[in-house]
């Protein structure tokens, strides 16, 4: 059985439900990417020379949009600093999981995760991910601007010892295979989906069997449909016959990077000012250019042979009131219940 909801643990801690019995909002993280900085003589996870500057290197597992963005974050700032700050990115990292665990305990500063995957440490962030709440999934990242939700969701964040520098646009999430993306025939249907028991529990509600796992590079999934971002889908490209996929994407694959907090308050102020400032602006241009693959991904696909498939509007309104009435039970004891009620009050 897949994931059953959220509970309040004896001190306050969010528990979830999964296949493992009940787990605190501190002791489960997911798996994505890290930017590790290794060193000592700085702030933790850093190396500090004599003359001040900060040396470190980015660690990712994959995704090669959010490495070509950190690339460009390290190229900016040892531009901008004169060199007195050096970062070297490094997608080969494997087990995201470990690396996150490692950015708690201050072994490394930063690393960034799909929301989804930290959905445990704010629950309040959990329904910006769950598949077919949002009429339009690309507007769940507004939610995160600073004129929004950011700031009460950053001081969450916060809570648990990170600090927030930016989220990033992972493009939108569709399903995609040899059955019916229209949610046509759910019922009993496997169906590989991202990590992230919220995700799970919706698909569950929509009479699915989720299966949590990755779609391999190129490759037609295993199961009948699975979750796909516009990496899957490019790759796909030339396998695309006899697939069909739904024309919306279902949910948007927004991606956070975190830092320890106390690390990163411990690196030399200017460096701190710098990166914030540096990383908006990369991110910013990040999530222009996800939009942009993301539409060239679905034509791509099309182009190929396979089948784009719109969803009736009947269909996804009802998959919306169903996974709606899931996120509300399942995140009824929420700490902050007021968050809660903007974010599904947005999703329209």
Do not use: C
Request: glycine letters at 12%.
């Amino acid at each position: 059985m897949m994931a059953q909801g959220f509970m309040q643990g004896d001190k306050g801690e969010t528990m979830t439900r999964g296949t493992h019995g009940y787990l605190t909002r501190r002791g489960l993280v997911g798996a994505g990417l890290a930017l590790t900085l290794v060193g000592a003589g700085g702030a933790a996870g850093t190396a500090r020379a004599q003359d001040g500057s900060e040396t470190f290197t980015i660690v990712g597992a994959g995704q090669p949009d959010v490495e070509a963005a950190m690339r460009r974050f390290a190229q900016g700032m040892e531009d901008y600093t004169r060199g007195r700050t050096r970062i070297t990115v490094d997608a080969s990292a494997l087990d995201g999981a470990s690396v996150l665990a490692r950015v708690q305990k201050g072994e490394v500063l930063m690393g960034w995760v799909p929301l989804a995957e930290v959905a445990h440490l704010v629950p309040e962030l959990a329904p910006l991910t769950a598949p077919y709440l949002f009429a339009d999934p690309g507007k769940a990242i507004e939610l995160l601007a600073p004129t929004v939700l950011g700031p009460l969701l950053n001081a969450e964040f916060r809570k648990q010892g990170l600090e927030p520098l930016t989220y990033l646009d992972g493009g939108g999430l569709r399903l995609a295979g040899t059955g019916d993306p229209a949610l046509g025939d759910a019922q009993g249907q496997q169906v590989t989906i991202r990590p992230g028991e919220l995700r799970a529990l919706a698909f569950e509600a929509l009479g699915f069997a989720p299966v949590e796992g990755a779609v391999k590079p190129g490759e037609p999934p295993s199961t009948p449909l699975a979750e796909m971002g516009a990496g899957d889908i490019a790759a796909l490209r030339e396998r695309s016959t006899g697939l069909r996929m739904a024309k919306a994407p279902h949910a948007q694959d927004i991606v956070v990077l975190l830092a320890n907090r106390e690390g990163f308050n411990g690196l030399l102020l200017d460096i701190q000012e710098t990166s914030k400032v540096r990383l908006e602006e990369v991110a910013a241009a990040q999530r222009a250019a996800a939009v942009q693959a993301d539409a060239e991904a679905l034509a791509g696909f099309a182009d190929a042979g396979g089948e784009v498939v719109e969803t009736p509007d009947a269909a996804r309104q009802d998959a919306r009131a169903k996974v709606k009435a899931a996120v509300s039970e399942a995140l009824k004891d929420v700490d902050n219940p007021s968050i809660l009620r903007t974010v599904l009050a947005y999703a329209g």
